[in-house]
């Protein structure tokens, strides 16, 4: 929607409120002007209902306030003495209408005070916490589960982690309709979750730090199709881009940053990235064993920990879809195998970003990471490359006719961006659809930072053997940090137990008294 159009939509609003509660407001001893007074008429509203006035600024927050209306209204008509059942149901589910029949039909009697005097609504006090929980949700912390092993051994599939948002900026709610805490599905029912219009701009809150090299990130897929991962079948699923598909990968190169890479190793400005203490690249290996001495690879996967499959390609050679170099090493100084040989990919692969050089997973570059305000020339080398940015992230019109370059029907040799892109790497290097495939991730699809693991599940254990299931020692431990991962679970426990005591011996003290 355009700035008009929002305006035109605020004022239409502004008259339906003031339509239906006019009167309300006289009966309450307001003056009838204040209830089409924009925002103003809010703040009256929150006084005759007897709730604070910073919840006005609720009604103003994307997805929040489509929860804090049927609030509104039910506390509304608990003002003047309709607060039965009937009174509740009547008022959600007419979407607010129900109001203007007590507005214009009935004589009622305005409270004051009146939850002193009247019991909370089991309803709204249940819309107020569903309000907060969003609020967290969409501003402090989002849950998020590790579906693939792209970021095996710093992220584990079946980790379910915390997402801050305010690390990198809270960015609000693009789109403005659409369920409460789920993402693009309402779950059990399988149905979309929200409505592409209207649209709101977007906008991002400060941040406590910028993405720095080598954090993981959780972002909106940009080339989202939601079908499967790796679908070359053209299939698009267009979606609004708070509502495309969440993934946490690694960031290997920020905005002005030039990319390369060259057998399987990144390199920043031609200089190797250095790699963060934590994180752990695999690579898919090839083993020739002699045939003649037994090895136990059972054993070696669980030593390991080798989570990727592995299987036997020939007679004398097995194949490792993910190994670290120090699993390879482990793997060389055993008896029995007579080498180790990481593949590297040196035939040209079409699904390689941008789709028209000849380069693989392990080989490509150098490639310019767009930053916020820089001009980059425009050709037939380098359009590829930008193509999508100038027509899907920054919604421009591009023809190209021959040589001739247009953007809003404009000639042009050059264009100047609008907002930063990173590049974004699973540390698995041979089993994740990265930025290798689908290219430059924009800021505005940027969700959050990752900072803590407050569950972990194996996978590969059945709930038959929960004990076993859970990962006990990487349970609350922080994503980040140098070092090697510290379980706070223990601290948790006692800080519970500490709770708990101190709740008891206060209700027992109490009751003495």
């Known amino acids: 929607m355009t700035l008009l159009q929002w305006f035109i939509f605020f004022l239409v609003i502004q008259v339906v409120h003031y339509l239906g509660t006019w009167k309300l407001y006289e009966k309450a001893g307001r003056k009838s002007w204040e209830a089409a007074i924009p925002v103003y008429n809010a703040i009256v509203l929150m006084k005759i209902i007897d709730r604070p006035t910073w919840w006005t600024a609720l009604l103003f927050v994307p997805i929040v306030n489509l929860i804090m209306f049927p609030v509104v209204w039910v506390e509304t008509l608990r003002a003047f003495g309709k607060n039965s059942t009937t009174d509740t149901i009547l008022g959600v589910v007419t979407l607010g209408f129900y109001i203007y029949y007590i507005n214009y039909t009935q004589n009622v009697t305005h409270i004051p005070n009146k939850n002193k005097i009247i019991k909370e609504n089991t309803l709204s006090s249940l819309l107020f916490a569903i309000v907060v929980a969003t609020l967290v949700h969409t501003y402090v912390m989002q849950p998020y589960t590790i579906p693939t092993s792209s970021l095996e051994k710093s992220l584990l599939v079946g980790d379910f982690l915390f997402v801050s948002k305010f690390h990198y900026g809270a960015r609000t709610p693009m789109t403005a309709v659409a369920a409460p805490m789920v993402h693009d599905t309402i779950p059990v029912a399988g149905v979309k979750s929200y409505s592409k219009f209207p649209q709101l701009p977007y906008f991002r809150f400060p941040g406590i730090q910028k993405i720095e090299r080598n954090d993981i990130v959780v972002f909106n897929w940009p080339a989202d199709t939601v079908y499967q991962f790796f679908d070359r079948s053209g299939r698009r699923a267009d979606k609004p881009i708070d509502k495309k598909s969440n993934y946490v990968k690694r960031c290997v190169g920020i905005p002005g940053d030039n990319l390369s890479i060259k057998d399987g190793v990144v390199a920043i400005n031609n200089e190797p990235l250095k790699l963060h203490d934590r994180q752990k690249l695999q690579y898919s290996y090839k083993v ?13 996967a669980k030593e390991l920990n080798i989570t990727d499959p592995a299987g036997q390609t020939a007679k004398d050679t097995i194949f490792f879809s993910a190994l670290t170099d120090e699993g390879a090493q482990v793997i060389k100084n055993t008896p029995g195998i007579t080498s180790v040989t990481k593949i590297i990919d040196t035939k040209g692969d079409s699904r390689i970003f941008p789709h028209t050089k000849p380069w693989t997973q392990d080989n490509m570059g150098p490639i310019y990471i767009p930053e916020a305000g820089k001009t980059v020339e425009l050709n037939s080398e380098t359009l590829p490359f930008y193509k999508r940015i100038i027509t899907e992230y920054e919604h421009n019109d591009l023809k190209v006719n021959g040589d001739e370059i247009r953007i809003n029907g404009q000639v042009v040799k050059d264009y100047t961006f609008k907002q930063d892109y990173y590049w974004m790497m699973g540390d ?42 859970i990962r006990w020692e990487r349970l609350f431990t922080t994503v980040g940090g140098d070092g090697q991962p510290v379980s706070y679970f223990k601290y948790f426990l006692l800080l519970l137990v500490g709770w708990y005591g101190y709740s008891f011996f206060k209700k027992r003290k109490a009751k003495k008294a």
């Not at 924009?442 to 407050?454: M, Q």
Request: glycine residues 6%; negative net charge; without cysteine.
């Open 288 to 300: 020739s064993v002699d045939g003649k001495t037994p090895i136990n690879f059972e054993y070696l």
């Open 428 to 469: 698995n290097r041979h089993n994740s659809e990265d930025s290798r495939y689908w290219g430059f991730v924009p800021a505005d699809h940027i969700v959050g930072k990752p900072v803590f693991i407050w569950m972990s599940l194996d996978q590969n254990i059945p709930w038959s053997k929960a004990i076993d299931k």
